[in-house]
């Protein structure tokens, strides 16, 4: 659970590097509290692409998190609603992990008692992550630039979608990702990772249907 | 290599209230309502749909070579990839490619 220390230090440290103000990186860690897209909208402005494309490309990694929401409704669905928009800024990958594991477990817990669980997972989550962003921006001050850093933020990536590949209905879409993301390279930034992506769900999806409609057949 | 602060503030603003809104929509907004089975099928996709294609052309074209594909780079990447994939886990990946990438950049600036 505690991934948030090393991620939160690698963000500090990689956007500063990116040429982040101190303020800055800390107004995102603090306002977005989402790392993966966080390290998107990074790579993106590095990468000179548009307003739009950047938002675009960082909400399109988010997106995972509405399913997460959908998740919660049976749990915390009738909680009042200044908790559930507070359970909503602290929803993601690690509270969602813990939480819906323990809800799960336990569905007889009244709905109070499962809002102060998700509240004391998120409690010294948040935090953690605020603080590990913080020492690792002022380390990233002290680093010099010619170490390779640049290359931190691509190996981050790549180490996220790694562990994903598990099915081949994922490798697919990674590679189809791969694929059309290279062959539309020359267009804006941004634009041919939009269009990469779109096609990388559908065939994703497809495969996984293909792969059903066949364990269907054989049965 | 400075970024323009007013673009910078701008996407943290967007961000902050999309990504909200995105984790709000069901809890907050939408209620108790089911997804469609195709949404969430390809909800599911999106991580491993974007992130590929957003790292793919920094691993042949990196900005730091001004374009020009660098070996030591490339192993770095392919290192990453195959002890994520064999250990199914984050860390050891980035620890596994950051090693190779800073090792092999010592090692070419010396050689």
């Keep these: ?219 | 290599m400075a970024v323009d602060a007013v673009l910078v503030w701008t996407v943290i603003a967007i961000l902050a209230v999309g990504t909200f809104l995105i984790r709000f929509s069901f809890l907050g907004l939408i209620g108790d309502r089911p997804l469609p089975p195709i949404v969430v099928r390809l909800l599911r996709f999106t991580p491993v749909a974007v992130l590929p294609a957003l790292v793919a052309p920094q691993v042949l074209w990196p900005n730091a070579t001004d374009g020009q594909t660098d070996p030591v780079r490339m192993l770095a990447a392919l290192t990453t990839l195959a002890v994520g994939m064999v250990t199914r886990k984050v860390l050891p990946a980035i620890v596994a490619g950051s090693a190779v990438l800073i090792i092999g950049l010592q090692l070419s600036a010396a050689g």
Aim: net charge neutral; charged share 10%.
């Design chain 1, 1 to 219: 659970m505690f991934v948030v220390v090393p991620f939160g230090l690698l963000f500090g440290v990689v956007a500063m590097d990116a040429g982040l103000t101190l303020t800055q990186t800390m107004g995102m860690t603090m306002l977005v509290i989402a790392g993966a897209a966080q390290f998107t909208a990074l790579q993106m402005m590095v990468d000179n692409a548009g307003l739009w494309l950047i938002i675009a490309a960082a909400l399109a990694v988010n997106l995972r998190m509405a399913m997460y929401s959908a998740a919660l409704v049976p749990h915390l669905g009738k909680a009042p609603l200044w908790q559930r928009a507070l359970i909503a800024y602290m929803n993601f990958d690690q509270t969602y992990a813990v939480a819906s594991i323990a809800y799960e477990q336990n569905p007889e817990w009244p709905v109070e008692r499962k809002v102060t669980f998700f509240f004391g997972v998120a409690t010294p989550i948040v935090p953690t992550w605020i603080a590990a962003t913080l020492v690792g921006a002022l380390i990233g001050k002290a680093i010099p630039t010619d170490l390779g850093i640049d290359f931190i933020l691509p190996i981050t990536f790549i180490a996220l979608v790694g562990p994903m590949l598990r099915t081949v209905p994922q490798m697919i879409a990674a590679s189809v990702s791969v694929a059309v993301g290279l062959i539309l390279s020359g267009l804006p930034s941004g634009m041919g990772l939009l269009i990469a992506a779109a096609c990388a769900m559908a065939a994703g999806a497809a495969t996984e249907i293909w792969q059903e409609k066949r364990s269907a057949t054989w049965l």
